[in-house]
Structures are given as C-alpha cells and as structure tokens.
Antibody, heavy 123, light 109 residues
C-alpha cells in the first residue's frame, strides 16, 4: 500500500524560507505526477503546485497557484522517491497544513495523501 | 479557472438518514474528472469517488456519485456514525489544473 510522509514544517518569520520534503513508499513513485495541497486550519483545501512524473514542470500557469507563483519551487528526486517544496518569501497567509498527494493516472484524483506538515509564518 | 460551489455548507442529519451533497462547477468539467473526498478532524482527506461515479478502493457502497457537465452529487445512504465529516469535491482540468469546492460539513442532528 502506498504511503507518503511529509516533513520540514515549522515556525518561520515572515520573509523566511522553508523546504518541505515528502517521502514516498509502496508504489511506483516515478510513474505519478505529484502535487502539494494546503489547508489553513479550519478552512478548505487549496491546490499549491504540481510536477510531472519525470521532474519537468510545465508552464508556470499550470505548475503553481497564483498565490505562490514566484515564491515556491517544486522538485522531485525519483531515485530517492522524494518530493520537495522550497518555500521562499513566506507570508502570514502561507500558514497552513501542507499535504503531498499523488494524482492517479487517468483518474484525475488524489489516491494517496501524506499526513500533512504544519507551516506557521509569524513574527 | 473552474470554480466549484458546494451546497449546503452544513447538513444536519441523524444516523440512518440519507445525505445528498451538491457540487456545481462554473464550467463543464473535462473528461468527467470530478472526485469526492471525506475529511475528519486532524486527518488528511480520503478519496471516496473518482470519475464522477467510481468508488475508490475500500469505499462502502452506501457512497455513490452522479452527475455530468457542471452538476454533481454525492449521496450517502443510511448514514453511519463514522460518516459525519467534511466532504469536498475536486476537479482536474486545465490552468490551474486542480480546484476544490469549499466543503460540506455533515453533522449529527
């Protein structure tokens, strides 16, 4: 059974940086497009970013949400079954639980989710 | 951007009753890429339905999805205690590729 485990969250000051990691196991990681989704506590889900299976990102319009474009960078290492999200110039409104999720090919749905990692941006 | 509007915001029902949740898209959802998720407090979302009406692995048959184009429905027949949660719809299309509805909370009456 597939599993995703995020790490790297924490408390950071506005303008700071964090790098989130997501370790995949139990499925063919390199075959899946991977995404980051975030959720402000008590609020709904917001798509953040995606990367295709071989690590190439598509046009920025399809790679990042408007709210993070130019500040966040998604990447992956298929040899290590790892997904990353580099978050720079963090703002208070980036405070949320960040989930990594795998998009099932041909289904357009997220079958595997991590447990989430909390990012808090505050002075 | 395809905007998904879920209604109602909160549904108050008793165990054993039927729940009908709505998800309306601002434009037609491509290739019927419409999914439903269940989320309980402190947990990640769990996939229930993909492709409008296909149950994900291990999902009980009391959950069903229907609809097409811009109007979609998640139905839960005979609500069980573990079904009280927040439900989200999600579509996968172009630019941006993924959007979620605002959620419907199913609470115990």
């Amino acid at each position: 059974e597939g599993q995703l485990v995020e790490s790297g969250g924490g408390l950071v000051q506005p303008g700071g940086s964090l790098r989130l990691s997501c370790a995949a196991s139990g499925f063919s990681f390199s075959a899946y497009w991977m995404h980051w989704v975030r959720q402000i506590p008590g609020k709904g889900l917001e798509w953040v970013s995606r990367i295709n299976n071989d690590g190439r990102t598509t046009t920025h319009a399809d790679t990042y949400a408007d709210s993070v474009r130019g500040r966040f960078t998604i990447s992956r290492d298929n040899a290590k079954n790892m997904l990353f999200l580099q978050m720079d110039s963090l703002r208070a409104e980036d405070t949320a639980v960040y989930y990594c999720a795998s998009l099932s090919p041909g289904r357009g749905a997220f079958e595997i989710w991590g447990q989430g990692t909390m990012v808090a941006v505050s002075s | 951007e395809i905007v998904l509007t879920q209604s109602p915001g909160t549904l108050s029902l008793s165990p054993g009753e039927r729940a009908t949740l709505s998800c309306r898209a601002s434009e037609s959802v491509r290739s019927n890429y419409l999914a439903w998720y269940q989320q309980k407090p402190g947990q990640a979302p769990r996939l229930l339905i993909y492709g409008v009406s296909n149950r994900a692995t291990g999902i009980p048959d009391r959950f069903s999805g229907s609809g097409s184009g811009t109007d979609f429905t998640l139905t839960i027949t005979r609500l069980q205690p573990e079904d009280f949660a927040v439900y989200y719809c999600q579509q996968y299309s172009s630019s941006p590729p993924v959007t979620f509805g605002g959620g419907t909370k199913v609470e115990i009456k």
